[in-house]
């Protein structure tokens, strides 16, 4: 035994002994059982990859089918002035309504969905399936039925974005209700407060801040997705761009694309100022509102105890709320919405759900249907796969206490804000315009897309994880590689399988509606069997697409318990 | 008693015969606006048992940390084993930190990972690269590990998560994990102000059983005069940063450092402050360079960090 310990405890002279006494290492049947299944969708995604033909010759190949291609489109074209002032504020307008919907009616869901505040296990259940369902129903396939439903216009667009929105919004509303901390509102209830009392006083002061959040993000997330409605006839951006790729007109197509990823950007710029300006806990008074009311000459008067002062802060917050309330009243005139719609909907609504049932195959035998199911899964493994392996180097690269530097850390946080404001719907449609690549460029703008994501998602898992335990390896002399796989990877393994599954998840959405602009899948089929009028075979698609999902989510929580 | 009238004057004694293993000259250390340390000067003969005794705020982790080159100097030099700690990076940095055993007192074990694996963590500095998992280190350190496990009575449960050990428990795996650098000298920061009186008193007994046991060099800060006159050998006193005592424990009564700490206090309120301290048996009192006591719950996903804005205030 080389080791000294011998030398420092002369009373063991045996350093077999310990290990002859201690337990036997067993590992528990259903933590195998998670580490094989794990191991398996690793081996599908890699078998996934080979299926998708992702390879280094296939890439320099499509990339001289690019530079071809952009010798024929020649100069990008972009449409007339006023014409793209309407479409965008069209566009922003519509998706924010969406959002805003969304929001006011995951409030009451939240509220009985959450543990803490559900009035019955009855109540949870059901709050959360009708979540789960909604977040479930791509919401091309709701703007699809909005259509046949409601007249044109922007009213299918607003309630597909806002009810598929629900979904995702109301889990992390609740989500957030869960996490408050409970003291308040025992003291409100100790104090003979009512139920409604404790929501608004207890309750809603301590999510706030991370509901404005949630709205934000998914605002961004439906601003991006929105373009794909286009293709199923809703107003805005992304209808004239469909027809421009349609009509074969790319260089119009691909400016309209360009405004599109413009405005992404800026709607992400946007929302994070938001946020700052919204959930900083200290203002700066350095901002563009303040400087702005300095210059009107504003200053903070106390007049009188009983009315709170018009302080720089609540001078500011004023304005940006009355701002607010302005664009939400533009977005409803822009969208011109037609209200009759509500009342005349209801006698459309049997003969609407009877074209969806029962569903079927259509012309197509089960095998073909399910092939193509199999190929978007596969798309999506693929892609997840990727998105993992380049996530895990920038996102770690992106965490403070990872990156060697600063300066690397802010590089990649650029990186990773760069590659969120692609939408990668446009992605994944230049791609396809540009190499005629089907499923591999989806896969390739879905893996790009993704990385946008999970990189942020890890970066700030691994920022939260305990600081202390890797001060003690820094401490007991490990190098800066061995305290992030000793301490710091361990601390946030259970937040990277979270995160993975979530991201196969959306992965698997997003490589349905990746079909419809011709990215491989079951999604070419969704798109002809809604304009072919196949509304059985719809519902087919969406079953289909259904159980996928659930199946990962089942998936992902079974995996969440047993990598605690 | 002589010794108390010149408390800045080293102690007297054999101790001083043997050669120092930490000298502190002359340290003075800011953060921002605070003073953590203010020329202060220490030394550590080889076996020493030292307590740094001192109110929250008065530097205790502060000069700990300098030991370990966890912190750096503004002025003045530490020297830990013959090697001036200021001046190392890389490689001999890492070298000496596994020489000197550190014990935190939030424990600050890897929550997830087994005990034995946070206990072979301690001979990251011994293996080249990093390490996932156990089968990634030789068998003769994971024998060792055990050893350590069985020696801080935890062996039954070597493959028990980390976190889901009692306080007491998890401070032993911390010492564990300490003795598996098989270090010279061993550093503990508050070990038992998180820990109930009689987690406390095991962890005491074991740090100073095995401190005599492997001729260890101990340096351990504690709040509390009771408790530092029972077990340590020496008592070094800070006050606001410097070093206002420094004296062996023999002969000495609680009454004494009190006169000490009265005399060297200059207004009654600080006074009162050490009363209510000394008083106090047992207290969680973060100190400013340390980080506050996190919550525990690691947030189980997801959608939840996205949405955090924690990211856009930085």
Same mark, same amino acid.
């Given at each position: 035994m080389t080791l000294t310990l011998d030398r420092r405890r002369p009373g063991q002279a045996d350093a077999e002994a310990p290990a002859q006494r201690a337990p036997r290492y067993r590992a528990q049947p259903e933590k195998i059982a998670a580490g094989l299944t794990l191991l398996a969708l690793v081996v599908a995604s890699v078998l996934s990859l080979i299926s998708v033909d992702i390879s280094l010759p296939r890439m320099t190949a499509s990339w001289e089918n690019a530079a071809r291609f952009f010798d024929r489109v020649g100069v990008i074209s972009f449409p007339a002035p006023g014409e793209l002032l309407y479409l965008t504020a069209l566009t922003v307008g519509l998706v924010l309504l969406g959002t805003l919907f969304a929001a006011f009616f995951s409030v009451p869901l939240a509220w009985l969905a959450a543990a803490n505040t559900s009035p019955g296990r009855g109540w949870m259940g059901l709050a959360r399936f009708l979540g789960v369902l909604a977040r479930s129903v791509p919401d091309v396939v709701l703007a699809m039925v909005f259509v046949l439903m409601f007249s044109l216009g922007t009213l299918p667009g607003i309630l597909a974005i806002g009810i598929h929105s629900i979904g995702m919004i109301s889990k992390m509303f609740a989500d957030a209700i869960e996490q408050i901390d409970e003291g308040p509102r025992l003291a409100i209830r100790a104090a003979g407060g009512s139920r409604s009392q404790e929501f608004f006083a207890g309750v809603l002061p301590q999510v706030l801040p991370s509901w404005v959040a949630t709205v934000l993000h998914r605002n961004d997330i439906n601003l991006r997705g929105s373009v794909i409605l286009g293709y199923v006839g809703v107003a805005g951006l992304g209808l004239e761009m469909s027809y421009a790729f349609k009509s074969l007109?790319?260089?119009?197509?691909?400016? /309209?694309?360009?405004? /599109?990823?413009?405005?992404?950007?800026? &709607?992400e710029i946007v929302s994070s100022a938001v946020r700052v300006v919204m959930l900083g806990q200290a203002p700066t008074g350095r901002g563009l509102g303040d400087r702005l009311l300095r210059r009107l000459g504003v200053t903070g008067v106390t007049a009188d105890a009983s009315h709170r002062p018009w302080t720089y802060a609540r001078v500011r917050n004023a304005v940006w709320g009355m701002l607010f309330v302005l664009i939400v009243v533009g977005s409803v005139w822009i969208c011109d919405i037609n209200w009759g719609d509500?009342?005349?909907?209801?006698?459309?609504?049997?003969?609407?759900?009877?074209?969806?049932?029962?569903?079927?195959?259509?012309?197509?035998?089960?095998?073909? &249907?399910?092939?193509?199911?199999?190929?978007? /899964?596969?798309?999506?493994?693929?892609?997840?796969?990727?998105?993992?392996?380049?996530?895990?180097?920038?996102?770690?690269?992106?965490? @403070?206490?990872?990156?060697?530097? @600063?300066?690397?850390?802010?590089?990649?946080?650029?990186?990773?804000?760069?590659?969120?404001?692609?939408?990668?719907?446009?992605?994944? /449609?230049?791609?396809?315009?540009?190499?005629?690549?089907?499923?591999?460029?989806g896969t390739i703008a879905l893996a790009i897309g993704g990385i946008g994501l999970l990189g942020k998602l890890l970066a700030d898992s691994l920022e939260e994880v305990k600081p202390g335990p890797e001060q003690a390896l820094t401490a007991a002399g490990a190098t800066r590689l061995q305290v992030y796989a000793g301490a710091t990877v361990p601390q946030g393994m259970k937040a990277l399988v979270g995160h993975s599954f979530y991201m196969l998840d959306t992965n698997i959405r997003a490589a349905t509606i990746l079909g419809l602009v011709g990215g491989g899948g079951v999604g070419y089929y969704l798109l002809n069997a809604g304009q072919g009028s196949r509304y059985d075979l719809v519902t087919t698609i969406v079953l289909m697409i259904l159980v996928s999902v659930l199946l990962v989510e089942g998936l992902a929580v079974w995996m969440r318990r047993v990598f605690r | 008693m002589p010794g108390l009238t010149k408390p800045l004057q080293p102690p007297t004694g054999s101790a001083l015969a043997a050669e120092p293993v930490i000298t502190v000259r002359g340290v003075t250390k800011t953060f921002g606006e605070t003073t953590a340390l203010k020329n202060a000067s220490l030394t550590v003969a080889r076996g020493e048992i030292v307590v740094l005794l001192g109110?929250?705020?008065?530097?205790?982790?502060?000069?700990?940390?300098?030991?370990?080159?966890?912190?750096?100097?503004?002025?003045?030099?530490?020297?830990?084993?013959?090697?001036?700690?200021?001046?190392?990076?890389? $490689?001999?940095?890492?070298?000496?930190?596994?020489?000197?055993?550190?014990?935190?007192?939030?424990?600050?074990?890897?929550?997830? %990972?087994?005990?034995?694996?946070?206990?072979?963590?301690?001979?990251?500095?011994?293996?080249?690269?990093?390490?996932?998992?156990?089968?990634?280190?030789?068998?003769?350190?994971?024998?060792?590990?055990?050893?350590?496990?069985?020696?801080?009575?935890?062996?039954?449960?070597?493959?028990?998560?980390?976190?889901?050990?009692?306080?007491?428990?998890?401070?032993?795996?911390?010492?564990?994990?300490?003795?598996?650098?098989?270090?010279?000298?061993?550093?503990?920061?508050?070990?038992?102000?998180? %820990?109930?009186?009689? +987690? +406390?008193?095991?962890?005491?007994?074991?740090?100073?059983?095995?401190?005599?046991?492997?001729?260890?060099?101990?340096?351990?800060?504690?709040?509390?005069?009771?408790?530092?006159?029972?077990?340590?050998?020496?008592?070094?006193? %800070?006050?606001?940063?410097?070093?206002?005592?420094?004296?062996?424990?023999?002969?000495?009564?609680?009454?004494?450092?009190? *006169?000490?700490?009265?005399?060297?206090?200059? +207004?009654?309120?600080?006074?009162?402050?050490?009363?209510?301290?000394?008083?106090?048996?047992?207290?969680?009192?973060?100190?400013?360079?340390? *980080?506050?006591?996190?919550?525990?719950?690691?947030? *189980?996903?997801?959608?939840?960090?996205?949405?955090?804005? $924690?990211?856009? $205030? $930085?």
């Open positions: 007109n790319y260089s119009l197509g691909l400016g /309209i694309a360009l405004v /599109i990823f413009a405005l992404c950007v800026v &709607m509500f009342l005349t909907v209801w006698s459309y609504l049997p003969e609407t759900a009877a074209k969806f049932w029962p569903p079927s195959f259509g012309s197509y035998t089960a095998p073909v &249907m399910l092939a193509a199911m199999g190929e978007t /899964i596969a798309i999506a493994l693929a892609a997840t796969i990727l998105t993992i392996v380049a996530s895990i180097v920038v996102g770690s690269l992106a965490a @403070r206490n990872v990156a060697p530097s @600063r300066r690397v850390r802010s590089g990649m946080r650029l990186v990773l804000v760069a590659i969120r404001g692609i939408p990668e719907i446009i992605l994944a /449609i230049v791609l396809i315009v540009v190499t005629g690549l089907g499923a591999q460029a | 109110l929250s705020g008065s530097g205790k982790s502060t000069l700990l940390r300098h030991l370990d080159g966890l912190d750096r100097p503004d002025t003045g030099t530490v020297t830990v084993l013959g090697a001036t700690v200021s001046r190392l990076t890389g $490689r001999p940095l890492r070298a000496l930190r596994g020489r000197v055993g550190f014990v935190f007192q939030q424990f600050e074990l890897v929550g997830p %990972l087994t005990v034995l694996e946070n206990v072979l963590t301690g001979a990251l500095f011994r293996v080249r690269g990093p390490r996932l998992g156990l089968w990634g280190y030789r068998r003769e350190l994971k024998l060792a590990a055990l050893g350590h496990l069985e020696r801080v009575g935890l062996l039954a449960h070597a493959y028990q998560r980390a976190d889901t050990l009692s306080g007491g428990q998890q401070q032993r795996v911390g010492i564990a994990r300490a003795l598996m650098q098989n270090p010279d000298i061993l550093l503990a920061d508050e070990p038992v102000a998180s %820990l109930d009186p009689e +987690s +406390s008193a095991q962890v005491m007994a074991l740090i100073r059983e095995i401190a005599i046991d492997s001729d260890l060099t101990v340096v351990c800060s504690l709040h509390q005069v009771d408790l530092a006159l029972s077990w340590g050998d020496r008592i070094v006193g %800070l006050r606001h940063g410097e070093v206002v005592l420094d004296t062996s424990t023999q002969g000495l009564s609680k009454q004494n450092v009190m *006169e000490i700490y009265g005399r060297v206090t200059t +207004s009654t309120g600080e006074l009162d402050a050490i009363e209510t301290e000394i008083g106090t048996v047992e207290q969680n009192e973060p100190e400013e360079p340390v *980080e506050p006591d996190e919550p525990d719950e690691q947030d *189980e996903l997801d959608l939840q960090t996205f949405a955090s804005a $924690r990211d856009n $205030r $930085r």
